[in-house]
């Protein structure tokens, strides 16, 4: 079984400052990773994800995610905020086979910007 | 196309009232999700199905939680009798089989049930 820790449930930031955003899984097969961000009143919408290959995943919005395996981690940053930032972010595990498909979500991180 | 399509995106109800939401998902898709979340609890998987079949329901809260996949395009989830602690924004997300994909959203129905 997969599991999703993701360690802030809110995050205070000033704009234009850097941030990062942590998420650690458990699993004892290989994974795929994805980080959604969720704007006020609406669904949830895919950041970037992580399959296999590089490292270093680059997403929309200029957030960027680097998957750790050793660690089990893969945090979320963006080096300089923007207002418009300002939402949570979950952080999703799902099994790296095609056998099942469910989708583990963190219990998300509250970003907020200060101007 | 139009995305992942919830119905309604608002309903009220009376305690002991029959909810139903309904969902259709990105044609071609095979998975379908249905999610809930609330402050409390965050985001919950309640039922997942698989090519129309539920896969895992191990997150339906109660009995009064039931959900159904009779076609590729339609699925609902059905709460009866609601209660107040139902109310919640349920969501329905759908994506390929593979996983190697990432779920897409519907917009949520927000549940209040009085």
């Known amino acids: 079984a997969q599991s999703v820790t993701q360690l802030d449930s809110q995050v205070p930031v000033f704009e234009e400052a850097p941030v990062e955003l942590r998420c650690n899984y458990s699993s004892s097969v290989s994974v795929y990773l994805f980080w959604y961000v969720q704007y006020p009143n609406q669904g949830l919408q895919l950041l970037l994800k992580y399959l296999s290959g590089s490292t270093l995943v680059k997403g929309i919005n200029g957030f960027e995610a680097e998957f750790n395996k050793s660690q089990t981690s893969f945090h979320l940053r963006k080096p300089s905020v923007h207002i418009s930032d300002t939402a949570e972010y979950f952080c999703?595990?799902?099994?790296?086979?095609?056998?099942?498909?469910?989708?583990?979500f963190g219990s998300g991180t509250r970003l907020s910007i200060r101007p | 196309d139009a995305g992942v399509i919830q119905s309604p995106r608002h309903e009220v109800t009376e305690m002991g009232q029959e909810v139903t939401l309904r969902c259709k998902p990105i044609s071609g898709h095979n998975s379908l999700f249905w999610y809930r979340q609330t402050m409390m609890r965050g985001l919950e998987l309640l039922i997942y199905f698989n090519n129309n079949v539920p896969i895992d329901d191990s997150g339906m809260p109660e009995d009064r939680f039931s959900a159904k996949m009779p076609n590729a395009s339609f699925s609902t989830l059905k709460i009866q009798p609601s209660e107040p602690r139902d109310s919640a924004v349920y969501f329905c997300a759908s994506t390929h089989l593979t996983g190697n994909t990432e779920a897409f959203f519907g917009q949520g129905t927000r549940l209040t049930v009085v």
């Open positions: 999703a595990v799902t099994p790296g086979d095609s056998s099942a498909s469910k989708i583990i």
